[in-house]
């Protein structure tokens, strides 16, 4: 087939294909633009419009239920960070919130994900049962585990009390509730983590494992020198989906323990929700919006940074 | 007797470490069925043995009628409803938009293409909760709040359909091309190339991002919460807290019931199409 271009014939057939490309290419330019127009016009209507819209609503003194909005520069950030004793519990239920679950959602993660990738028989029941939580619905989740954590007559209390332990009231005590809230959170969305990490697990050569093993090392030498660098791209990019993921927690929160008891699991997200749609304080919740969006973006670029840093 | 199994001691630790390592994993998976199976079984009791001391594994006296009584406490047929039309309408709106613009960003040349792609890229990571407040006044301007407008045209335009872009573009981009050649000679456009040709090739990535968008619909809490008023209206997650007492306390047994109807069919699904649905959540990866 390759011979035929060196023949005359061959040659003019290329070029008289070329010219019919290149009028093709401004067509199929159109075409690419067509196609992606519909998607372009959605980002402009409901991204970028509502992002500007949102910084701009975050310089106003907005009312929903009265529909005033009056600018007002940056009073809404200088209340936040001088005048609202409430943003700052806020920020740090949110930080201990995704302080504690990212590490507890790795560890588990990573633990599950190597015990898995020895290939025995019923490997892949285990997987489904992981991943279960992850393909129910948030509110469901939740709904089911404030019916088993709730206090006296809650089913964990009674099964402790069968043996003998006078467990607390763990939705209703400011310290057990935040660590409820985060074990819960952890066991619907691990699995997703247990996937891919077993995915980056099972893609280490084995040569590397064998050779190491030749040279005598046991099997935790193999996981700390060999397997835990060779994950550490994996593991660094799960942290940083699932960080980002933490701070956006709302659902989970909402329906097992409304922000209680006392605030006491009121993060950051639910704040917004309390203060746009129960407060009707449209514009104060704007500038807690705008520090969420900053909070992300500035965790996205650092993912940026430290992927291309591996890549080099 | 343990030389004769086990060639040599070796073996045997070897044995007993699987063995452990086995019975610590069935440990494990303790909190991720037990919530499956506790929400089935409350279900099925009355409201006094829910609570009773010593809890029962089974039901002592099965009430099948809480699962007539979850359709007379509130219109939950309707809300039901609603979640099915909505998320299949976002299921097939963004299948469309998403294979669109994934197969143009993966097959037409046209200039400013890469910067679109990361434009639009950069929609992945904006918080739905950062824009809601906006969205909510947008919508509210246009009489579209109290409906299921919202719902239904954010997820399908805006940022979560990007998600499906992009893994549209990945399979478009692994497709050969010769494929399309042929429809090329015949004369056929962009639009037919793309429909009759390169759409029947992609329906596995259009299986795995089917199954994502109908679960992302039909689990949405904060959007029906925040864009929703009337009860007729409601979707599933704000129906399930909605089995309470005139004094807000859960009617644990209605609401067990409900929620496993709304859990079920999706597990069911899960557990025939396990292999896809991990394998698309997995590729999208993005979730905490």
Request: hydrophobic share 55%; glycine share 6%; proline share 6%.
């Amino acid at each position: 087939m390759s011979t035929n271009i060196s023949t005359p014939r061959g040659t003019a057939a290329v070029k008289q294909k070329k010219r019919r490309a290149s009028t093709l290419a401004g067509r199929d330019a159109l075409w690419g633009y067509l196609f992606i127009l519909p998607q372009l016009l959605g980002f402009l209507i409901f991204v970028v419009g509502p992002l500007i819209a949102v910084i701009v609503f975050s310089t106003q003194d907005r009312n929903l239920l009265f529909g005033t909005a009056t600018p007002v520069g940056l009073d809404n950030y200088r209340t936040l960070l001088t005048g609202d004793a409430l943003f700052w519990q806020v920020m740090q239920n949110t930080l201990y919130f995704s302080l504690l679950l990212v590490p507890l959602n790795i560890v588990v993660a990573l633990a599950l994900a190597l015990a898995l990738a020895r290939p025995f028989r019923g490997a892949h029941l285990f997987r489904l049962v992981y991943f279960a939580p992850v393909v129910t619905a948030a509110a469901a989740w939740a709904i089911v585990w404030r019916f088993i954590l709730q206090g006296e007559n809650g089913t964990l209390n009674q099964f402790l009390r069968l043996v003998g332990i006078d467990g607390p009231n763990w939705l209703h005590d400011p310290f057990w509730a935040m660590q409820a809230v985060i074990a819960t959170r952890v066991l619907k969305n691990v699995g997703l983590n247990i996937v891919v990490l077993l995915g980056a697990i099972l893609n280490i050569p084995a040569q590397y494992e064998e050779a190491a093993r030749v040279d005598g090392a046991g099997s935790w030498r193999v996981f700390w020198n060999i397997k835990l660098p060779l994950l550490a791209p994996a593991l660094l990019f799960v942290s940083v989906i699932t960080l980002i993921g933490s701070l956006k927690v709302f659902d989970h929160i909402m329906l097992m323990t409304a922000g209680g008891p006392g605030n006491s699991t009121m993060v950051l997200v639910y704040y917004i929700y309390y203060q746009a749609f129960q407060f009707f304080q449209t514009g104060y919740a704007s500038a807690l919006a705008v520090v969420l969006f900053v909070v992300t973006l500035g965790l996205t670029i650092l993912q940026w940074v430290l992927r291309k840093e591996e890549i080099q | 007797m343990k030389k004769r199994v086990f060639a040599n001691r070796y073996a045997f630790t070897r044995w007993l470490g699987a063995a452990l390592l086995l019975a610590l994993l069935i440990i494990s998976t303790i909190p991720f069925i037990f919530p499956f199976w506790w929400m089935i079984i409350g279900s099925l009791k009355n409201p006094t043995e829910i609570f009773a001391f010593p809890p029962t594994l089974l039901p002592k006296a099965w009430q099948w009628q809480n699962y007539v009584e979850v359709f007379r406490y509130q219109p939950y047929a309707l809300h039901y409803f609603n979640s099915v039309y909505i998320a299949v309408l976002v299921t097939i709106g963004t299948l469309f938009v998403a294979s669109l613009s994934g197969y143009a960003f993966a097959r037409i040349p046209f200039p400013g293409r890469s910067v679109l792609f990361i434009l639009l890229l950069s929609s992945i990571m904006m918080p739905a909760e950062v824009l809601i407040i906006p969205n909510f006044f947008m919508m509210k301007m246009l009489g579209l709040s109290d409906t299921h407008f919202p719902l239904i045209a954010i997820p399908i335009l805006g940022a979560p359909a990007v998600v499906g872009t992009f893994m549209m573009r990945q399979f478009f981009v692994s497709i050969p091309r010769e494929i399309e050649d042929a429809a090329t000679v015949d004369g056929a456009n962009r639009f037919g190339i793309f429909w009759h040709v390169a759409l029947p090739v992609a329906t596995p990535a259009l299986g795995g991002l089917a199954i994502l968008t109908y679960l992302a619909s039909w689990n949405l809490f904060l959007e029906p919460l925040v864009f929703l008023d009337s009860i007729n209206l409601w979707t599933i997650p704000l129906s399930l807290r909605n089995f309470v007492d005139p004094y807000g306390a859960p009617l644990w047994h209605l609401q067990l019931a409900a929620t496993t109807l709304s859990v079920l069919p999706i597990l069911i699904i899960y557990v025939v199409a396990q292999r896809q649905i991990v394998d698309s959540f997995a590729t999208s990866g993005v979730k905490g």
